[in-house]
Structure formats: C-alpha cells, structure tokens
C-alpha cells in the first residue's frame, strides 16, 4: 500500500490538495496494464465523466513496430487524473489526444511519462483544456529518452483556453533525453476566448452559446484529429462540448 | 426601413458619432464617405451592436423596432448583415458549416424550418459561383489564408447566402483589384438591389459607386452627415477632395 501523495510530490503538484487526502490508499494501487505485441495496433477512447471521476492508471508496453492510441476526455464535475505510462519499443509509436474541459472548482489532469526505451520510436501528445469558473487543467507530460533510443521523434503540445478570469491551467513538460539523434517538442500556451470571431459570429446570427460552442469544437478538435474512426472522434467532442453547455 | 436620429456614440469614452441623422427607405441604396477617422467604421458598428461601442444619445429604428435594443445575433435574424472592413479568420471552422449554423440559427430565430446540409451546400454553389469564389474556399476555414480579395469577396458570398433586408457595407471596395471590384459591384447588385432591400455602403472611393449607383451620397465628418446628394456628389469629392466640397 503507497502512502497518499501531496502537492509537494512533482507529479502531484497541481493537483487538488483537499482531494488528495480524500482519496483512498487502495485507489493508488491499482494499474490497468497492457501489453501490445509487435505490429499490434490498440486503441482506448477514455470518457472520464461524472460517472469515472478520481485517478485512473494505465501502464502500456508497446512492442516493436507497434501503436498504443489513447484519446481520453476528462469532464467530470470532481478531481480526476488520468495517469498514463508508456515504454516504447523499437518503432513503436504513442499517440495520445486529452481534452480536460469543466467549471466549477475542480481539478482535472493528466499525467503521462512516455519512455523511449528504443531506436526509431515516436509520440504525439495533444492536449487541449477548456475551463471556466474556478476550475483548473493541467498537463504533465514526462519524456524520456534513453541512450540507445536514437531517431526518436517525440512531440508534446498543450494549449488552454480559459473562459472566465479564476480558471487556470497548467503545463509542464519534463524532458530526459540522452540520445543525440532525436526530434523533441514541446509547446505550451493559454489564452482566451477570441473575441473578434465571437463578435465576427454574432454579426452572422450565432446566437453567443452557439458561437462559443463552435469555437470550443475548433480548438479542442486537434486533440482528436488523430483519432482514425469519424464516429468516435465525432462522440468524444459531443460528449467535451455537453460539459460546456453549463459554461457561464 | 432604417432611421438614425441624432445619433451619438463613443468608444473608450471617446465621443465618434455627435448626432448623426439618416433615413434610409427600402429599394435604396446610400453611401457614405468621408475622411479618416470620422467615424464610418463606429457607424457600421454601432448598426451591428459590437460590444465596446457605446450608445450614448438618439436612436436608431429597423424595420419599426429599437435597433439598439438588439443584441448583434438578433439584428442578424431581424435582416441586418454588416459587411466587415477586416473580416476575421477562425481557425478551425469551416466556411460552409459556419454559414450553414448562422443562416440556421437565423431561420430558427425568425421561426422558419432549417435548411438540410443539400439544400445549403446548393445555396451556398449559386452564391460563390455569383462572386466567383471556388468551392473548395467554402470548405476551407473562415478566411484563414484567404486574400483580401477574397477574403471581401467571402463576406459577399456570406451577404448572398443570408439574404438580407439591409446591408451595412463598410469598406467593401478595400483591398480589391480592378476585376474584383466589377465582381464585387455586380454582386452588391444581384444580391441586394431590390424593392424590399436597402444598403448602406461606407466607402473611401468612388470607383465602387460605379458599379454600384448609389440613390444617396452622404458625406460624414466628426461623427455627422454634414453634407447629402445624389450620385455626383462622389464624382465631385474625388475631383476635389473632402476639404473644398465640405466648404462650398
């Protein structure tokens, strides 16, 4: 059994100090994992809703040549954390697409530590938060690159847009590399609701709920643009821009 | 169909329009011209009820209901289109499904049935094909990338699909080349020259009024009309210029 974690452990820090001590010890311990054999190709559309609030863990080997998709969306009205950890075989690639998107008070994160453990791996992670109120999205995002792991092309972005002034979002990238022939990027920004389209929108006879919801769908549309299936990629943005409908 | 009495209006507390008067009748069309920076861009959004400009005196009657009472998505379902001097691009969103939401989200507003996306994408053909815009430039993002040519063609293909009783022109003319301009003009002409319509067009120039007989010219200077006529009054200003005409 872990001890409870507290904002003073790196990978904690923006999290919601109230909460920590609410959750249960058990709830740390528990992983799902998987393992992809060579070639596989594995998805996984997460919807952390208010239906699956709190921490979830996921721990992904990924064999050679193979591809590990995960495309999560974190809006429940209550702190939730997805934690992801990937170790990349040789040509393996990550691709993970998150939008943490919610008012109210809550904190919503995630947190993936990526391991390039072996020559020619990739990893695209797009993150996009959305918030409002008094809630805050956050995205740590861990890289490693070992020694061996030449030609590894690695990138990282997050973007946040805060629709209210008390809504706050964090970035912070972590990269370890200690190979010498590697593409890794990092991009952070936040900013907020573009008032010049809004108005550009209104003038055309959007109604302000639709134009902010067609603006949200732009902008957190990159986080599943990877996404292969229309349906599900088309499911996942519903289900982020039903939680703004209670946007102010 | 519009009436403006007295009109006054400031912009960070800045006073731009100081009694400003204008009647406009359906099956008109006026321009208005005059130097810089004496508040033909405030008109036009002051009409279009953009946030930060301020109403502080008169009013302003459309179609007998208070103009100024309506927020800017409603003036857009009431019938008013203002053609933007620097139409805005938004990432992200569509042409074609920006339009079809705003025309939609008007039809809705004025209790009429939705257009399905057939019967829009063959309005929205007719009206690109009428300011020779390409289709695929409806597909792509809200003039991201787009000329400023196009980019005015664009609002026109936007006037043309919306269909409205009154247009608010405002620099239209700008930034387009010889041939643009005539397809502009004979545009303004098809879409909006008609018993029950009227235009507003503010322009710096008079080539446009070629194309585009004008019944009115306006002349406006720190923030009122000082001086009206007919369509020589613009032949006049461009062989004299604003000063001498203002003084004779």
């Known amino acids: ?248 | 169909m519009l009436t403006i009495e007295n009109l006054s209006a400031t912009v960070a507390d800045k006073p731009i329009l100081n009694g400003l008067s204008l009647t406009v009748n359906a099956g008109e069309i006026h321009a208005i011209m005059g130097p810089n920076g004496a508040g033909k861009s405030t008109l036009s959004y002051v009409l279009g009820g953009r946030p930060g400009y301020e109403v502080t005196g008169g009013s302003v009657t459309f179609d007998g209901q208070d103009l100024l009472e309506m927020d800017a998505h409603e003036r857009a379902a009431a019938g008013l289109f203002l053609g933007f001097q620097y139409p805005v691009e938004i990432p992200g969103v569509s042409n074609v499904q920006f339009l079809r939401e705003a025309l939609n989200s008007q039809r809705k507003a004025r209790g009429q049935d939705p257009l399905s996306g057939g019967e829009f994408l063959k309005l929205a053909k007719d009206k690109a094909a009428l300011l020779k815009l390409d289709m695929d430039m409806m597909k792509r993002n809200v003039n991201v990338g787009f000329s400023g040519g196009e980019k005015k063609r664009n609002e026109m293909v936007q006037m043309g699909i919306l269909d409205p009783k009154f247009a608010v022109l405002d620099e239209t003319d700008s930034g387009l080349d010889i041939d643009a301009l005539k397809t502009v003009g004979e545009g303004i002409n098809a879409i909006m020259r008609a018993p029950d319509k009227a235009v507003l067009l503010i322009t710096h120039y008079q080539r446009l009024l070629d194309y585009v007989q004008p019944d009115y010219v306006h002349i406006l200077a720190k923030g009122r009309i000082v001086k009206t006529g007919g369509p020589d009054l613009a032949r006049r200003l461009e062989d004299e210029g604003y000063d001498e005409v203002m003084a004779a």
């Open chain 1, 1 to 248: 059994m872990s001890a409870l974690p507290t904002t003073r452990d790196e990978d904690w820090r923006y999290a919601d100090a109230a909460e920590l001590e609410r959750l249960a010890p058990a709830d740390l311990d528990v992983w799902h994992e998987a393992t992809l054999a060579p070639g596989e190709v594995r998805r996984k559309d997460l919807l952390l809703d208010d239906s699956h609030p709190g921490v979830h863990r996921v721990r992904l080997t990924v064999g050679e040549g193979a591809r590990a998709e995960i495309f999560a969306l974190a809006s429940a009205s209550s702190y939730t954390r997805l934690e992801v950890e990937v170790e990349l075989g040789r040509g393996a690639h990550f691709q993970f697409g998150g939008v943490t998107i919610g008012g109210g008070e809550a904190t919503r994160e995630f947190v993936t530590r990526v391991s390039h453990a072996e020559p020619n791996g990739t990893s695209d992670q797009i993150v996009r938060a959305v918030h409002w109120g008094g809630a805050t999205g956050n995205f740590l995002g861990k890289l490693a690159v070992a020694r061996d792991a030449q030609k590894t092309d690695a990138a990282q972005n997050f973007r946040a847009l805060l629709l209210e002034r008390g809504a706050s979002a964090n970035a912070k990238p972590e990269l370890e590399i200690y190979a010498d022939d590697v593409k890794c990027a990092h991009g952070a920004a936040i900013g907020q609701m573009d008032e010049a389209a809004a108005y550009y929108m209104a003038a055309r006879g959007l109604p302000p709920e639709a134009a902010r919801k067609l603006l949200v769908r732009a902008f957190i549309a990159d986080a599943y643009a990877a996404h292969p299936v229309e349906a599900e990629r088309d499911a996942l943005l519903d289900a982020a821009l039903d939680a703004l409908g209670d946007a102010a």
